[in-house]
């Protein structure tokens, strides 16, 4: 018998006896959920906090919520306007070079920084990312619920990109803005079901740490920075 | 009495009048409070948030065979080596076997307290492996070779003036009060750590049946770099992390934050499905992910306390808890500290060694009412106590019990050694939290009631009397 055969035969022993489930004490003895439990009726989106339908109100939300977790959003009118987000951090931050993926909003992104790049979408070296100054990526969704920026290994550039630089810029376009997490979550099996990547991860603002006395520091191990490029 | 008792007591009293630990805990509570009442309250239904929540984990863990079998199922079609373990021993050497194939000498480690459960970074020491915490707190009592203090808060009990002093000792740093720039020289040194590493290993938040994904939370980006850079990547977890679908982390994730630390959502929510797919820039070229049993079949098979599998060891019941909010973590000795830590150690590591911690609470039921998937913690306290009882009476309590009926079960008994006490309590004074007093267990540091001058008995027949 491997050790998996034997945890299972322990877990399918000692579920023999039925627990009660939590709040419904007299529905003792059965193996499977009753219907009329908030589960099998609901979606939690009637639970979290509140967010609208319009998109100027899921606008306003995201941007209320980007600016609490010390975040920058740049909600603007065109590509080139958005060019031109990128060229202010360059010249002010003084970056030599930066970190990206190629894409459709990206590549034009790049091409007008006019800097040394370096691609994560293909094999590349960490110490040539880790160099950069800041990584630029697209992105799967922006959440208004929790200022969440969506990402996958396919959609930005990798697992380092946005993370390993110290300023972490997404650009996005306006339809990519989902109210809620169960929407992003319905949004990521809609567009990768059966070929999920190996990698996703919600981004809530930059890096943080509340280690030292509860006082919150910025940067704690990846960026500094979280700059939200919108149009 | 065991050493485990004795230690608890010893290290309680010299805490509960240590009184910069009190106020340092007592500071980083009362910020976390302020800002977890605000994320709740923004909550349309927190309370039936909750009740899903808890629904949802039944469904898991009352299934777990099932679910088991589907999540592992998924993440070895793309790739992921799954080991089992059904001790501590068992992980230690899967861990090192696949450490010695690969002639790994560096380990870098985001935050696993199952890996505190098995004692991992020890017996990597001992072998000669150089093993980097890379969570800033963890990173901190690592340097301090101490425990983490809190499940969440590994480093809680320490001021800036001690982590400055142990940066100093241990990493040469120029002396700061800053907290920013503590934290940047743990950056610095860690960064390197990263890219150098042979093998890093992580803990898991959930793990996710429906689609074979790992899910970790986080705040510092320590996890994702620890997953992302070097070329072997092993995962930790318990059986119980189940979810059933992808869609629960909807709920699980801002209820994990909320309750946790009071962020509506945590910085880093990261799902791992395996190593680098084709087609893949990055990301380990091995993953490894190892289900550690350690008796948590043991508590499973006990339907009553089952639920305290629903764990998703948020650190909410800590934080509530007026016994740890006095003790602290460490006085625990254990893994898992505070409520659920008293609830389901004398199930991990025997009823009889540390069936104490059952009366480490004052029953007042403030961690059941916080727990975001309503565990019943201070019931499971008292059926602790009932279970240790019955499998080990005590001789002393079964006859102060038996006494205690036969004197209460004949009203004038009861009265003669109620006038007794009476009288005896004018005397009391004297002895009063002396060594002498009968009562020294409890006057040493409280005060006892005094027995009332008239008992409700005697004051009803006056009143009558006076109407008559």
């Keep these: 018998m491997t050790e998996k055969e034997k945890i299972l035969a322990r877990i399918r022993e000692a579920l023999t006896l039925p627990a009660p489930i939590p709040g419904h004490a007299h529905a003792n003895g059965r193996s499977v959920l009753p219907a009329g439990l908030l589960t099998h009726n609901s979606t939690p989106s009637r639970w979290l906090p509140e967010v609208g339908s319009a998109f100027e109100d899921r606008l306003a939300l995201f941007r209320k919520n980007v600016a609490d977790l010390k975040a920058e959003f740049h909600f603007v009118e065109s590509a080139d306007q958005a060019v031109g987000v990128l060229t202010n951090f360059r010249d002010a931050e003084g970056w030599k070079k930066v970190g990206t993926h190629g894409g459709p909003l990206t590549d034009p992104a790049c091409e007008a920084l006019g800097l040394p790049i370096c691609r994560t979408d293909r094999a590349y070296e960490v110490t040539d990312l880790e160099s950069c100054d800041a990584g630029i990526s697209e992105c799967d969704a922006l959440v208004a619920q929790t200022g969440s920026v969506l990402v996958t290994g396919r959609s930005a550039g990798g697992r380092a990109l946005s993370v390993l630089p110290p300023h972490h810029v997404v650009l996005a376009r306006r339809q990519q803005l989902v109210g809620d997490l169960p929407e992003a979550f319905a949004l990521l099996k809609r567009k990768y079901a059966g070929d999920f990547p190996s990698f996703i991860s919600l981004i809530t603002g930059p890096s943080r740490t509340g280690d030292i006395e509860r006082i919150l520091v910025l940067g704690a191990h990846g960026p500094k920075k979280l700059t939200i490029v919108c149009w | ?468």
Excluded at chain 2, 172 to 187: F, H, K, V, W
Excluded at chain 2, 267 to 295: F, I, M, T
Aim: with cysteine.
């Design chain 2, 1 to 468: 009495m065991t050493s485990f008792v004795e230690q608890f007591k010893r290290r309680a009293v010299q805490l509960t009048r240590d009184l910069r630990h009190r106020h340092l805990i007592q500071t980083a509570l009362r910020k976390y409070e302020a800002v977890r009442d605000k994320t709740r309250g923004s909550f349309q239904d927190w309370q039936s948030a909750r009740q899903a929540a808890a629904e949802t984990k039944w469904e898991a863990v009352n299934h777990l065979d099932k679910y088991l079998v589907e999540f592992v199922g998924k993440l070895e079609a793309r790739g992921t080596k799954v080991h089992w373990a059904s001790t501590g021993g068992q992980a230690r050497d899967i861990i090192f076997g696949i450490i010695r194939q690969k002639n790994a000498r560096s380990i870098i480690k985001s935050k696993a307290m199952t890996s505190e459960e098995i004692h991992l970074n020890d017996a990597l020491e001992e072998a000669g492996f150089e093993v980097v915490e890379s969570d800033l707190g963890e990173f901190i009592v690592q340097l301090r070779k101490e425990a983490p203090y809190h499940i969440v808060f590994p480093a809680m009990h320490l001021s800036r003036g001690d982590i400055s002093a142990v940066f100093a000792r241990e990493l040469g740093s120029a002396p700061t009060d800053n907290p920013e720039e503590l934290t940047m020289i743990a950056r610095r040194v860690l960064r390197n750590k990263y890219i150098t590493a042979d093998i890093g290993l992580t803990g898991a938040n959930f793990a996710i049946a429906e689609t074979g994904m790992i899910s970790i939370t986080e705040n510092e980006g320590n996890a994702r770099l620890t997953a992302a850079l070097p070329k072997v990547v092993i995962s930790l977890l318990g059986i119980e992390k189940i979810l059933p679908r992808l869609e629960d982390l909807a709920l699980f994730l801002p209820m994990l934050a909320t309750s946790g630390t009071g962020q509506p959502l945590t910085c880093y929510n990261s799902l791992y499905g395996g190593p680098r797919q084709p087609g893949e820039s990055d990301g380990p070229e091995e993953y490894h992910v190892v289900l550690l049993d350690n008796r948590r079949t043991e508590l499973l098979a006990d339907p009553e306390q089952r639920d305290a599998l629903h764990c998703i060891r948020c650190g909410a019941c800590l934080n509530v808890c007026p016994i740890f909010r006095n003790v602290g973590g460490h006085t625990y000795g254990t893994t898992y500290s505070g409520p659920i830590g008293s609830v389901i150690t004398p199930h991990l590591r025997g009823l009889q060694d540390w069936k104490h911690l059952s009366y480490a609470s004052s029953l007042c039921g403030a961690c059941t009412e916080t727990c975001p998937v309503k565990i019943n913690l201070h019931h499971h306290l008292l059926q602790n106590r009932r279970n240790a009882a019955r499998q080990k009476p005590s001789a002393i309590e079964h006859f102060a019990f038996k006494l205690f009926a036969f004197v209460i079960n004949r009203p004038g008994c009861y009265a003669f050694v109620r006038g007794v006490a009476r009288f005896a309590q004018k005397f009391h004074p004297l002895l009063k939290g002396k060594r002498l007093d009968p009562a020294y267990g409890w006057t040493r540091t409280r005060e006892l009631p005094p027995i009332a001058e008239e008992t409700f008995k005697e004051h009803w027949r006056k009143r009558k009397d006076a109407r008559d």
